[in-house]
Structures are given as C-alpha cells and as structure tokens.
C-alpha cells in the first residue's frame, strides 16, 4: 500500500533553515507529483507547493516564494522540503502528501500522507 | 483570512443529516473542482470528495459533494459520533495560482 513517511520533529531558531523529508514506498515514485501543505497550530490547511519527481520541476505558493526549495531524489524514493529564513510563524506542521494523479479532474488534492512533521520556531 | 469560506461550527443529532457550505469565486471554485478533507486531531487529512462529487474508494456513501457556481456542499447523512471531525474544502485558484482553502468546519454530533 502506499506509505509516505516524513522525518521527525525539528526545532529551530529564527532565520535558520529546516529540510523535511518525506520517503516513498508502495507506488512508481516517479509518476506522481508529491505535494506539500502545512498546518500552524490550532489553524487550517495551507498551500506550500508541488514537485514532480520524474522532472524536478516545482511550483511555490507566492507566500513561500524565496524561501522554500523543493527537491526529489528518485534513486532512494525521496521527496525534500527546504524552508528558509524561518520565522516565528512558520511555527507548524509541515505534511507531504501524493497528488492523486491523472484519474480526476480536479488538481493537486491527495488521498496519502505522510504522518506530518512538527517543526517549531523558538529562540 | 481563508480564501474560501465555511461555516465554523455545525451540528446536529446522530442519525441525521448535515451539509457544510464552501463559498468562493470565480477564481476558484466557479471553474475548478471542488474536494474535501476529514481531519481528526493530530492527524493527517483523510480525502472524502474530489471532483466535487466523487468519492474515493471505502468512502462510505453517507459522503456526498455537489457544486453550484461558485459554491460546494458536502453532506453527510446517518450521523455517527466518529464523524466529528473538522471538515476542509479546497480547490484550485488560477488566480493566485495555487490550492486554496476554506478555514475548516468542526463537525459536533451531539
């Protein structure tokens, strides 16, 4: 079955950088995109952006633009997300998730996640 | 400030009937399709619609999604106490170029 499984719990002082893992297995890595949301606490779903594995190429939110870098590593099934510069209110959990895919209408939504990652900002 | 807009709060009695609105615009939802998450505490969202009105496999047909111009619905009938949960709606905006949110609902069944 498909299992995506992130790296654990970070915390971080402002203006350093976090990178989250997040590993694949039980599906082709390469032909799904892995999307990436996060979620502050106590607050809803927030967009970060998408990787496609098998190109590389990625799309950001605006609000993450510049700070947030996302790679992919198709030999070891891995997916990375980089954010910088953090602040304070970045204080979340960070989830990677895979796109459904090409049987749907609709864009970037997924029905598999990985478990979330706590990643907490504090001086 | 979601960019879409739900309810804060519904309930209602095991057994019945719910709906949990999703407004937006014509950005999004007026030409995009709508999905919908269930999220328990403390753990990842769980799909229950996508496409506005289709239903993942071993979604139970209690779940149910319709779209009406730039709104969607998601209905759940025969309400069981695991259904509180909170209850997400998005979509894709062309205009900000990027997946939008409603701010979530948390589901009481009382």
């Known amino acids: 079955q498909v299992q995506l499984v992130q790296s654990g719990a970070e915390v971080k002082k402002p203006g350093a950088s976090v990178k989250v893992s997040c590993k694949a297995s039980?599906?082709?890595?390469?032909?799904?995109?892995i999307l990436w949301l996060r979620q502050a606490p106590g607050q809803g779903l927030e967009w970060v952006g998408w990787i496609n594995p098998n190109s590389g190429d990625t799309s950001y939110a605006q609000t993450f633009q510049g700070r947030v870098t996302m790679t992919s590593d198709t030999s070891i099934r891995a997916a990375y997300m980089e954010l910088s510069r953090l602040r304070f209110d970045d204080t979340a959990i960070y989830f990677c998730?895979?796109?459904?895919?090409?049987?749907?209408?609709?864009?970037?939504?997924?029905?598999?996640w990985g478990q979330g990652t706590l990643v907490t900002v504090s001086s | 400030q979601s960019v879409l807009t739900q309810p804060p709060s519904v309930s209602a009695a095991p057994g019945q009937k719910v709906t949990i609105s999703c407004s937006g615009s014509s950005s999004n939802i007026g030409n995009n399709y709508v999905f919908w998450y269930q999220q328990f505490p403390g753990t990842a969202p769980k799909l229950l619609i996508y496409?506005?009105?289709k239903r993942p496999s071993g979604i139970p047909d209690r779940f149910s999604g319709s779209k009406s111009g730039t709104s969607g619905t998601l209905g759940i009938t025969g309400l069981q106490t695991g259904d509180e949960a909170d209850y997400y709606c998005g979509t894709w905006d062309t205009s900000l170029n990027a997946v939008v949110f409603g701010g979530g609902t948390k589901l009481t069944v009382l």
């Open positions: 496409d506005n009105n």
């Open positions: 039980g599906y082709s890595f390469s032909d799904y995109y």
């Open positions: 998730a895979k796109d459904y895919g090409p049987d749907s209408f609709g864009w970037y939504f997924s029905d598999s």
